[in-house]
């Protein structure tokens, strides 16, 4: 499976913003999906992950009740809905795909990734 990320731009702190990822190729519905992020000087930090039957999710401590993950597998994307922006959201978003995997946190667990889109939050 091939990853486009999509979506990102400049926001206000306190904005909201929905990151897309679309996946080319037959087998979607078999891949857990994840989003990461990498700021300037950091490494790349889990953010969320969705299961490949969509029934169980993860979130990182940083984005819980502001950001939601979700998919639609009839339209081989999925989705980072983003509330509540703070300027330390400010990252390059990317997607990442596991073959029938867990919603893993580790970066080290999926095999495809997409090539990132940059969210800018300004204070």
């Known amino acids: 499976v091939q990853l486009q990320a999509s979506g990102g731009g400049l926001v206000q702190a306190g904005d909201s913003l929905r990151l897309s990822c679309a996946a080319s190729?037959?087998?979607?519905?078999?891949?857990?999906m994840g989003w990461f992020r990498q700021a300037p000087g950091k490494e790349r930090e889990f953010v969320a992950a969705?299961?490949?039957?969509?029934?169980?999710?993860n979130y990182a401590d940083s984005v819980k009740g502001r950001f939601t993950i979700s998919r639609d597998n009839d339209k081989n994307t999925v989705y980072l809905q983003m509330n509540s922006l703070k300027p330390e959201d400010t990252a390059v978003y990317y997607c990442?795909?596991?073959?029938?995997?867990?919603?893993?946190?580790?970066?080290?667990?999926?095999?495809?990734w997409g090539q990132g889109t940059l969210v800018t939050v300004s204070s």
């Open positions: 990442a795909a596991d073959w029938f995997g867990s919603v893993y946190s580790d970066r080290r667990e999926y095999d495809r």
């Open positions: 190729g037959r087998s979607f519905t078999r891949y857990t």
């Open positions: 969705i299961s490949w039957r969509s029934n169980t999710t």
